[in-house]
Every structure is written in C-alpha cells, then in structure tokens.
C-alpha cells in the first residue's frame, strides 16, 4: 500500500523566528533529498542558490507569514513553526 501523496511533499517555514541552525539543517536536507523548502518571512530573506529552496517575503503584521503557509500547504507537507494553534 503506497502512502506516499500523489505529489512531492513539501516543507514550509515560518521564517521570522527560525533559528539559524534550524535554517541550515534544513537547507541541507532540501538539497540532499531534492524536497522543496520555501521559507516565508516578513523580512527579504538571504537563502543559498539552490532549485529546492525559496523565500516569500509577506507583509508585516500579525501572523501573515501563518496565513500564507495556511494558504499554500496541501495534504503530506510539513510546517516549521514556533506557533500551535
């Protein structure tokens, strides 16, 4: 039985408050296994050239970068976040 979703998984991150460390570990585990990692910020972001990684800049305010991710993951992704609702 495959359990797998029928598309690629997809790690988002909620980047305003993610630690460096957790940044790095992740963009090598984008490149590694070839998952794409978007991370999405209120801020420009400086993240390493790579067909795997990206940044979203949103506006500033109160949880934008939550509503973005929100808007954007689908079934089988993982969400990177200091937040629980």
Same mark, same amino acid.
């Given at each position: 039985m495959n359990v797998l979703p029928d598309r690629d998984m997809?790690?988002?991150?909620?980047?305003?408050?993610?630690p460096i460390l957790i940044k790095d570990?992740?963009?090598r585990v984008a490149n590694r296994t070839?998952?794409?990692v978007?991370?999405? %910020?209120?801020q420009m972001l400086s993240v390493p050239?790579?067909?795997w990684?990206?940044?979203?800049?949103?506006?500033?305010?109160?949880d934008e %970068?939550?509503?973005?991710?929100?808007?954007?993951?689908?079934?089988?992704d993982?969400?990177?976040t200091a937040d629980v609702r």
């Open positions: 997809h790690i988002w991150v909620d980047a305003d408050a993610c570990i992740l963009y070839e998952t794409p978007t991370l999405v %910020a209120n050239p790579s067909p990684i990206r940044a979203v800049q949103v506006p500033a305010g109160f %970068a939550d509503q973005r991710i929100a808007q954007s993951t689908q079934a089988g993982v969400v990177v």
